[in-house]
């Protein structure tokens, strides 16, 4: 047998009682790489199926959150969801959305998980799109419920227990292969609408095994999530903690405030993953009142540059912490990882591209570029999704063939450079897309919301990187109050998507073809 | 010097707006609505602690530190005046 030929775990499982479960097998088990992820979970069981998985009010064991995967799993496939059928969800951080999630992926199907701010619009065009047969939702997101007829409704928070199953009997092997689907994450399109990226499992596995090669996770380590699931950066904090048999703290984004320090010491948290904001939290509430987290060790930064002022600060107020700066897209999850000991010397790069993957820059016209010289970025390995669901086209822009190999690389949209010795610098973003409090948005998506507005003729939005807003600019045919505009925009966008500060204006800049001039929209953020 | 609960009620209000996003300067605040709902969101609640550590001049024990005192107006305002009694 070859070292990495997957074991039949499920076959295995059930010819073989515990007690022959032998030391021997298990040695042979941790070495064995899992082709998907229910796999990954039944070996993270069969490994540790005492080690606490989830913790918090109800905290999980391997063992336990194995067996309640495979109860609902049964329920679902009586529900007639399997293979290749969309589940989704939309709620806060729960232990019912991390079983859900599993138990989809358990029949062969895909979860797609939501923000929890998602209004009915977004929700409308998601459902449109991926045809559900399952969707849930929670107490905050249960006003959604309208949006869902041809679905079956669960909530988790009332009903979800008539989901998990007697027993699991009759739950066949995962009836798939590693090549299918394993989740979709939605992201903002070119094109304004939401796509769903689509993740394999074997997409998941690999990047998740090559993210640990850099970020070293270790079994006895407590990891915080307080990024929704939604965020592929919570949501990969399960798969990186199960592949080593560490446990999961799952909050919700408001325990980040003033109860951050408490949550950190109380559960003794040793991994803290973030965006610049939490950090920035963290560093206030630690520079008011010194709170001991000896237990911290590891801090992984994405979704926006940590200021180099900011890292300091941590090992400041943290000796011995290890503080990760990242890049990635959620088009192929993780691009590259700095560690804490080549930050010093290059304290602008986002590191190398992850083990068994490339990134290299190009030039308009897709020609590799020199070392040093700046281009687009683009990307290459077994971690890039296999596209986006049902958008052939946008598909097809990302992801292309180049080069004399014609391999397959993905496109980022980011200009940027790598050096000789393989480290990348991210220059700007290269296509009109907006990066605003840590999210990728379109600005097409809140133009269209905006021309909706009946007497709204145009509208284009920027970010001003001066202040740090977003900022819409109005043509309107009748007067129109600023404060309706922002109303309006709330009841269909989320939040983080509703620009602070809304101008009006005679006409917007226009380019020959008559399209909104975005360089020239630009310009007017310098007037007053 | 410590604040009376009386300079408490009066002042709460003009610290507190500042950081509620969402509410508008001319509508009246529901003391029951969450004030995630009124912009709220973690970091700005870490702003509002210190806004109101420095303007009633003692430190919130950290046992207090919680969602629920940040939930509501209410629950702030009888945190506070808990505090100011003590």
């Known amino acids: ?528 | 010097m410590p604040l009376t609960a009386i300079d408490l009620e009066a002042r709460f209000e003009s610290v507190l707006r500042p950081r509620l996003r969402l509410l508008a300067a001319d509508q009246p605040l529901d003391y029951s609505e969450k004030l995630g709902k009124l912009g709220l969101d973690s970091m700005a609640a870490i702003d509002l602690l210190m806004d109101i550590e420095d303007s009633v001049g003692t430190p919130i024990p950290d046992e207090l530190l919680t969602a629920d005192t940040f939930a509501t107006a209410q629950n702030l305002l009888d945190t506070l005046k808990k505090l100011a009694v003590a």
């Open chain 1, 1 to 528: 047998m070859q070292a990495n030929e997957p074991v039949n775990v499920n076959e295995l499982r059930r010819l073989l009682a515990p007690e022959f479960i032998t030391a021997k097998f298990k040695k042979k088990m941790a070495a064995t790489a899992s082709p998907h992820l229910p796999a990954l979970l039944d070996r993270a069981a069969i490994l540790w199926p005492e080690r606490m998985f989830l913790l918090g009010s109800q905290p999980l064991n391997y063992a336990a959150f194995a067996d309640m995967v495979a109860r609902i799993a049964s329920s679902l496939l009586k529900l007639g969801i399997g293979r290749g059928d969309r589940v989704v969800i939309v709620a806060e951080n729960c232990v019912e959305v991390v079983l859900l999630a599993f138990a989809t992926m358990r029949v062969g199907g895909m979860f797609v998980i939501l923000s929890p701010q998602t209004k009915a619009e977004g929700l409308r065009r998601v459902m449109a799109q991926c045809t559900p047969k399952l969707v849930m939702l929670d107490a905050e997101t249960d006003f959604l419920g309208g949006e869902i007829d041809s679905a079956k409704l669960v909530r988790s928070d009332t009903n979800f227990e008539a989901l998990i199953g007697e027993d699991s009997t009759g739950v066949p092997g995962f009836p798939g292969i590693d090549q299918d689907p394993a989740f979709l994450v939605f992201t903002s399109g070119s094109t304004g609408a939401p796509r769903g990226v689509i993740l394999s499992h074997d997409n998941v596995v690999f990047v998740s095994a090559a993210i640990q090669a850099r970020l070293g996770y270790e079994a006895d380590d407590r990891i915080a999530v307080f990024l929704p699931m939604s965020f592929d950066v919570g949501l990969y904090q399960l798969f990186l903690a199960m592949q080593v048999g560490a446990a999961v703290l799952l909050n919700k984004p408001q325990m980040a405030g003033p109860e951050l320090q408490s949550t950190l010491a109380t559960h003794a948290i040793s991994v803290l993953p973030g965006v610049p904001t939490l950090f920035a939290a963290l560093i206030k509430l630690q520079s008011r009142r010194a709170v001991q987290l000896p237990a911290l060790r590891v801090a992984t930064n994405t979704g926006d540059h940590l200021p180099v002022a900011n890292i300091e600060k941590l090992h400041a107020l943290f000796p011995g912490l290890r503080v990760f700066p990242m890049y990635g897209l959620t088009e192929c999850k993780r691009i590259s990882i700095l560690l804490p000991e080549e930050w010093r010397a290059r304290p602008d790069s986002v590191g190398r591209a992850l083990d068994g993957t490339e990134v290299f820059a190009v030039d308009t016209e897709g020609r590799t570029l020199q070392a040093g010289e700046v281009g687009e970025l683009v990307v290459r390995g077994r971690h890039l999704a296999q596209g986006y669901w049902a958008a052939e086209e946008e598909t097809a822009k990302r992801y292309r063939s180049i080069g004399p190999g014609r391999a397959r690389v993905m496109f980022t949209g980011d200009m940027g450079r790598v050096d000789e010795e393989g480290y990348i610098y991210f220059v700007g973003r290269g296509d009109f897309l907006i990066k605003h409090r840590g999210h990728r948005m379109s600005p097409l998506e809140i133009e269209e919301a905006a021309c909706a507005i009946p007497g709204i003729v145009a509208a284009g939005v920027v970010r001003n990187d001066a202040d740090s807003l977003l900022h819409l600019y109005l043509e309107t045919s009748v007067a129109i109050d600023a404060d309706a505009v922002t109303q309006w925009l709330r009841e269909r966008l989320e939040e983080v998507k509703v620009p602070e500060c809304i101008h009006f204006v005679t006409a917007l800049p226009k380019s020959a073809n008559l399209k909104l001039d975005r360089k020239a929209l630009r310009t007017l953020l310098a007037q007053p």
